[in-house]
């Protein structure tokens, strides 16, 4: 039987072969020649293109003709086909398609005016009301789980350490923003945006602004912060939407030299939107990197997956299997031998770390999520984990120690991991000097997982995993 991804993959190709006999769209030659400005919704909601853009989106759900670019669902199948989640050209990717998106609207529109907005949710944390109103006339209205995402946010993508640039570096930007609040914005407000059709959500388009705008923000904001020169093979070949519609990588560089456009606001945020905290309840401060002693919560009862290898590259030194996650924060606790625990602090010293059973010299750490499911209840989002790495004492407390927190996981991100077929697995560096000269005082290493609400999140079991462990990598990993 075929899956519905299957379903919408055949069909796309179908329909791609249609789409050849259209007009081919020219490629590489960008002609936007007048400089545009992507306001903030607040701001763009007052302009006459606010109009235009309920009418192109009328029109465009209107057209049930997924071929042709003036449909909502070619749009939706572009990102549902080719987008890149957790690997290189993340940003870059939707920076372009984003472009070729905003174009079409000015085509369908008719309004040559009409510029892509943005959301800034780190001043507005709360979905705009126009999103929000349910009458069946509103073509930016689509039921969701949640519609504020304060929980979602946070400032370490912006923290001065952050300078790196491309993923499989430490400290960078691309994967950190990424981690959140891109992917958790999906988790909480669910539904559709929990999934890889999110672009079927008038809101995805303004958040995708919004983390481009972040993307811009983070290169202006100086301080070391460096992107692979123009120069770098990084920005060589191109980015592909469909079989006719690709862009040059290195259009994509920045948004003034070739795509002509700017932001109302490039500034990195410096404030959490703490006042629109909903009341009444009391919400866990997020906190980021290594800057907090975290209660372990309770170890679930998993049995622990042993010590092995688990691929050419890479060696397992302890992990848990079976390991279900529901409303509650849990940990996965496992025995780790201190031989391998020292390994893993030669690794974070630099230098390379070997384990017995294995002759490779090993380079990086990372903890792996294998073999990933969601419930039922837990396939509409509307809720996440921090993912926490622990060195806990017997008493199952942090005993003075630092928790490090490699990333966020929900269905979003569990979606992503799985939409182009095979076991969806997903890997979380651990930055070198994280868990520097930290003791593995009782020989146990700890996965936790920090469950994460909004105002409206679901109860019961929402994600297995196969297995969670602690991995050696031989991949090499600059600072
Ligand atoms: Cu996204």
Redesign the pocket.
């Known amino acids: 039987m075929m899956t519905n991804q299957e379903m919408m993959r055949r069909r796309f190709l179908r329909d791609s072969v249609i789409a050849l006999a259209a007009p081919a769209i020219p490629m590489g030659a960008w002609a936007q020649t007048v400089l545009q400005k992507r306001q903030e919704w607040q701001s763009f909601k007052v302009t006459p293109q606010y109009g235009s853009l309920l009418t192109a989106i009328r029109r465009m759900k209107a057209n049930t003709n997924a071929a042709d670019p003036n449909s909502w669902a070619y749009w939706t199948n572009i990102h549902l086909n080719r987008c890149p989640h957790g690997v290189a050209y993340f940003y870059a990717w939707h920076r372009g398609y984003l472009c070729y998106f905003e174009r079409q609207l000015r085509i369908v529109s008719g309004d040559s005016k009409l510029v892509l907005p943005y959301w800034d949710y780190y001043s507005n944390a709360t979905l705009p009301a126009e999103f929000t109103n349910a009458s069946s006339t509103n073509p930016l209205y689509v039921p969701r789980v949640n519609t504020n995402v304060r929980q979602a946010l946070t400032l370490a993508p912006f923290a001065a350490t952050v300078t790196n640039f491309q993923r499989g570096l430490y400290n960078a930007f691309e994967p950190s923003l990424e981690g959140a609040p ?1 992917n958790p914005v ?1 988790d909480i407000i669910g539904n559709v945006m929990a999934t890889m059709n ?1 672009p079927n959500d008038p809101i995805f388009w303004l ?2 602004a919004n983390v481009d705008r972040l993307w811009v923000a983070w290169v202006a904001a100086g301080g070391g912060r460096k992107m692979p020169a123009t120069t770098n093979s990084y920005w060589l070949g191109s980015h592909t939407y469909t079989s006719t519609l690709t862009m040059q990588r290195s259009s994509t560089y920045d948004t003034r030299t070739n795509l002509q456009y700017y932001y109302q606001n490039e500034f990195m945020p410096t404030t959490m939107p703490v006042a629109q905290l909903p009341r009444g309840e009391v919400h866990q401060v997020q906190a980021h990197g290594n800057e907090r002693l975290l209660p372990i919560p309770p170890a679930g009862p998993f049995k622990p997956g042993g010590r092995k290898p688990t691929g050419d590259t890479t060696f397992s030194i302890g992990g848990a299997l079976a390991v279900g996650l529901d409303q509650r924060s849990v940990s996965a606790q496992f025995p780790v031998l201190p031989e391998d625990w020292a390994a893993v602090q030669e690794i974070m010293r630099g230098n390379p770390g070997t384990v017995r059973g294995s002759a490779r010299k090993y380079r990086s750490v990372q903890v792996v999520l294998d073999n990933l499911e969601l419930t039922d209840e837990g396939m509409n989002g509307g809720y996440f984990y921090q993912v926490y790495l622990n060195t806990p004492s017997a008493d199952g407390t942090a005993n003075g120690q630092t928790s490090v927190l490699l990333g966020t996981l929900g269905a979003f991100q569990i979606n992503g991991a799985s939409h182009h077929g095979g076991p969806a697995r997903l890997s979380y560096t651990v930055a070198r000097g994280l868990v520097r000269n930290q003791d593995l005082r009782v020989g146990i290493a700890s996965i936790s997982f920090i469950r994460v609400d909004g105002d409206n999140s679901p109860r019961g079991a929402t994600i297995g995993i196969g297995e969670a462990r602690l991995e050696l990598s031989t991949e090499e990993k600059d600072s």
């Open positions: 891109h999906h999110s958040h995708h």
